[in-house]
């Protein structure tokens, strides 16, 4: 039996997010927004969304006068992209055979 | 969204993560490897001409040039996440450096050479960066530094057994060599990888 794959991240753009934080400690909104070609009001939401499942912990502050909106993966939210990417795996496994 | 789309947003996302580390690096390699060449060179001449003997205190230049240097290319670049790599590599250069810095002082003190012990520890760090990186180049680069700081010791004993008296009468570029090797160690250790590293983010 197949294990169904995560709704939340079954989406381009917050799979995208996921997978950039994964490998690093932080990413800001701006590189999370130039590296996903998504557009800010989009991003914002998708990240909201993430934010409220507890996959990603969001920290507001400033860079001397500019705002900063710092984004970081939860231990929750890197438990959710191993079963994911688990699930992927069982899925093309079973294609492929 | 489909399985396959699923995989090529996730190596995508990690690829351009993990090729932004490697962007990174070569301009600090190659800003500390230039300075310390240019120094080593400018000291050679100081001693092999014997010029002002306060000129020895330019050593100091390369910590200072090579900072700052550093502080304002981390300044200008674009901001970038930090990844648990950066926070290694990061870690190693602080550890490294600060023992480098350690035994400049200490050779300054006692007056003692430190070429040996900056070598070895500077390929150290190059080769802890390498494998970090998984840049074989550059682990190979600092691995042949560490092997060439042997050069030092050798040289050290070769002098006192055959009899320093011999070299010191007139043949100071023999005494003072040891600058030039440091140098060349550096080109080898920092400039050449920094290089390499530059040319391939850029491709």
Redesign the interface.
């Known amino acids: 039996m197949l294990k169904p794959?995560d709704p939340l991240l079954?989406?381009?753009l917050r799979?995208?997010v996921i997978?950039?934080l994964?490998?690093?400690?932080?990413?800001?909104f701006?590189?999370i927004k130039q590296?996903?070609g998504a557009t800010a009001g989009n991003l914002s939401v998708q990240i909201d969304k993430l934010y409220k499942a507890g996959y990603i912990d969001v920290e507001k502050g400033f860079?001397g006068r500019k705002p900063r909106t710092l984004c970081k993966i939860t231990d929750v939210g890197r438990t959710a992209f191993k079963q994911?990417?688990d699930a992927?795996k069982d899925?093309?496994s079973v294609?492929e055979a | 969204?489909d399985?396959q789309?699923?995989?090529e947003?996730?190596s995508?996302?990690?690829a351009?993560?993990?090729n932004q580390i490697e962007r990174n690096s070569g301009k600090y390699f190659l800003c500390w490897g230039y300075t310390t060449v240019a120094v080593s060179i400018f000291e050679y001449f100081v001693m092999c001409l014997h010029l002002n003997t306060a000129l020895i205190w330019a050593w100091w230049l390369i910590p200072v040039i090579g900072g700052v240097a550093t502080v304002i290319l981390a300044r200008n670049e674009t901001?970038?996440?930090?990844?648990?790599v950066d926070?290694s590599i990061s870690a190693v250069w602080a550890v490294f450096g600060a023992s480098s810095l350690y035994a400049f002082v200490a050779a300054v003190v006692y007056s003692t050479s430190m070429f040996y012990l900056i070598v070895l520890l500077m390929g150290m760090g190059t080769v802890i960066t390498g494998a970090i990186c998984q840049h074989r180049k550059l682990t190979l680069c600092g691995a042949i530094a560490m092997l060439l700081s042997l050069i030092f010791p050798i040289k050290h004993i070769a002098i006192r057994d055959i009899g320093a008296e011999r070299f010191q009468s007139n043949s100071d570029w023999l005494i003072y060599s040891d600058i030039i090797i440091f140098a060349v160690i550096f080109l080898v250790m920092m400039v050449i990888p920094g290089h390499i590293m530059n040319c391939k983010s850029k491709k």
Do not use: C, F, W
């Not at chain 1, 994964?22 to 800001?28: F, H, R, S, T, Y």
């Not at chain 2, 901001?79 to 648990?84: D, I, L």
């Open positions: 794959l079954h989406s381009e799979l995208a997978s950039i994964i490998g690093v400690e932080a990413a800001d701006v590189y590296h996903t860079v994911y990417v992927l899925y093309i294609k | 969204m399985n789309k699923s995989l947003i996730i995508q996302m990690i351009d993560t993990s901001p970038t996440p930090k990844s648990y926070r």
